[in-house]
């Protein structure tokens, strides 16, 4: 059935290609650096399991629960612990939890009376019906008012995409937000109607493993690996693409260190940043490079351990995350070994911090010890961290996450435009439908639908 060159080890590059490979296809990944994974990176080391990119699976698709049970990981899933139920959120040099009902709405001192007030009368607002790309600030402040925008939305919107919530579209950064006003009229109603189902169905006895936050018990690099040994002969490292031409009988793929070859399609994988780096020539290369311009701060993430007794903090939940107006140096915090169990040696914690983004892009581009440093500082004054960590272990992402901002739908014409003229090329990844895991996934099985010839 053809062949098809796969550029890019992520996990859009691994699961294109897996699907390619299931179809009858013969399929080259063509990696850049010396493993695959992309983003997803745990480290594992002394007892400790740390994780360096995306720390879960958020609602598990069906598409990938289905990837994850054909590579046999279904054994090795893990449901985040009940224990990390509570989110905090910063507010005057306390860390408060986020409130998840109406009665903890009502006693909350993460938000005024005058917040909650906005919060109560939300369903009252009329849906907004402008044809302008609309921010996801402007939305919390229609919608809400500026104080639920600097202590809920702000430092989450740091949390997912280390983002600025007045540049972010809300329609395509945040479409389930997005979407509610239009289906419900109100944020608060949609969000009740969501609660009561879930307590539904946790009176009926769901499965746990049905929704929320996920990963596997040596951590969420179990899934490119196991895509790895599944394509083992496949994968080609060290092998970054330097060229892409088609011609009349396909698809001219040049990567260094390697002869070119010629493949009936192809599946763009690799970050959205890399096309301006590459020889293109095929209809729309033009238009396709200006995907190079779309904004990916860098960030950087620090994972620390600590002995039990070191941290006076409960550790209680998910994590905390900072609101802009706070000033702190770190984007938030997650309590790892909250989060799942077995990662920390028995009386000890592990605490994943992140620093950057569009707020700080110049602390995310220090040196090692000036990072460190701050992060400390952070974590002995809000959690009340001392002495010296047990482990530590980084990563810095020099451009870590695609920014869905209020231009990013031309990009998706452009993308959308480009396929089109060339049939046998698709592109998936972050940049494509969204950033969360699911959502690569979905794109990576819609390139390999297009690469397979439908």
Not at 181 to 208: L, N, P, Q
Not at 332 to 361: D, K, M, Q
Not at 379 to 397: D, H, K, M, V
Not at 401 to 408: A, E, G
């Amino acid at each position: 059935m053809g062949a098809v060159a796969v550029v890019g080890g992520g996990i859009a590059g691994l699961t294109a290609a897996y699907r390619l490979k299931q179809r009858g296809t013969r399929v080259v990944v063509y990696e850049a650096g010396d493993r695959v994974g992309g983003s997803i990176r745990t480290e594992r080391r002394d007892g400790y399991i740390a994780e360096l990119g995306p720390n879960a699976l958020a609602s598990p698709s069906p598409a990938l629960r289905a990837l994850i049970a054909e590579l046999g990981l279904e054994p090795s899933l893990l449901p985040a612990s009940p224990a990390a139920k509570n989110r905090y959120v910063l507010r005057k040099g306390k860390l408060l939890p986020l409130p998840l009902s109406p009665q903890a709405l009502l006693t909350t001192r993460l938000l005024s009376n005058g917040a909650k007030l906005a919060v109560f009368g939300e369903p009252l607002v009329e849906a907004g019906e402008s044809p302008v790309e609309e921010s996801i600030a402007t939305f919390v402040r229609r919608r809400f008012n500026q104080e639920v925008l600097d202590y809920v939305a702000n430092p989450f919107v740091g949390g997912i995409y280390a983002g600025d919530p007045e540049q972010l579209s809300v329609r395509l950064a945040l479409p389930k937000l997005y979407a509610l006003e239009r289906t419900h009229g109100s944020v608060i109603k949609a969000f009740g109607s969501m609660m009561r189902a879930r307590k539904r169905d946790a009176e009926a006895g769901a499965a746990a493993v049905a929704g929320g936050l996920m990963s596997f018990r040596s951590g969420l690099s179990e899934l490119p690996e196991a895509l790895g040994r599944a394509l083992h002969a496949e994968i080609r490292l060290r092998a970054p693409v330097t060229q892409l031409r088609a011609g009349p009988r396909g698809w001219t793929v040049g990567a260094a260190f390697q002869q070119s070859e010629l493949y009936d399609g192809v599946v763009w994988a690799a970050p959205a940043h890399r096309v301006d780096e590459l020889d293109l020539d095929f209809p729309g290369a033009d238009r396709l490079r200006t995907l190079a311009s779309i904004s990916h701060p860098p960030v950087a993430v620090l994972g620390l351990g600590f002995r039990r007794e070191d941290v006076t903090h409960p550790l209680d939940g998910f994590g905390f995350l900072v609101p802009e107006v706070e000033r702190r140096h770190v984007l938030g915090v997650i309590f790892a070994s909250t989060l799942f169990p077995g990662r920390a040696p028995e009386g000890h914690v592990t605490l994943t911090a992140f620093v950057g983004g569009v707020r700080n892009p110049d602390l995310a581009n220090a040196d090692l010890p000036t990072i460190t440093a701050r992060v400390l500082d952070d974590l002995r004054a809000l959690l009340g961290a001392r002495g010296e960590p047990t482990f530590r272990t980084f990563s810095y992402w020099p451009k870590a996450i695609p920014q869905y901002d209020l231009t990013y739908g031309r990009y998706r014409e452009i993308m959308d435009d480009v396929e089109r003229r060339n049939p046998g090329l698709a592109l998936a990844g972050s940049y494509r439908e969204g950033i969360s895991i699911a959502e690569v996934v979905a794109s990576a099985e819609a390139a390999a639908r297009v690469g397979a010839g439908g």
